[in-house]
């Protein structure tokens, strides 16, 4: 998950630099920020705590809509409306919510047996 949440952070600081850029050249730049999202990236994740994954559909008519809207960022579903919205005014609180929400990790021996698998010997 932290690979996925860099380079979602990554995305939205090059989406606010791109749209800087070409501003004068007026070419729109628009981030979409949508929850999770039903596709089969998530489909085996074991979700956060209170997250149900947004259908591809909902995702979709929230981009038309927030295109029309001329939204620069558009937010899909409460949680990314929340972590936004936490991330800049309170990060301590999202930190805090995500500790929360986040499930159980497995123990470290099932998690050493998922890294490294064990060999039979012959």
């Known amino acids: 998950m932290a690979t ?8 939205l600081g090059f989406t606010q630099a791109l749209r800087q850029e070409l501003a004068d050249y007026n070419i729109r ?6 929850t999770l999202t039903d596709t089969d990236m998530v489909r ?8 149900i994954p947004m259908t591809p559909q909902q995702v979709a008519k929230a981009l ?10 558009i937010l899909v579903g409460w949680q990314s409306h929340l972590a936004v919205l ?18 159980p990790a497995p123990s470290r021996q099932r998690l050493i047996e998922k890294l490294i698998p064990s060999r039979s010997v012959s």
């Open 44 to 51: 085996d994740l074991k979700l956060f705590r209170w997250v």
């Open 86 to 103: 936490c991330q800049r005014f309170a990060p301590w609180l999202l930190e805090l919510i995500l500790r929360i929400a986040t499930p």
């Open 29 to 34: 730049v628009i981030a979409l920020l949508p």
């Open 64 to 73: 038309v809509t927030g295109m029309q809207n001329d939204s620069s960022e």
């Open 4 to 11: 996925y949440s860099a380079t979602k952070f990554a995305i």
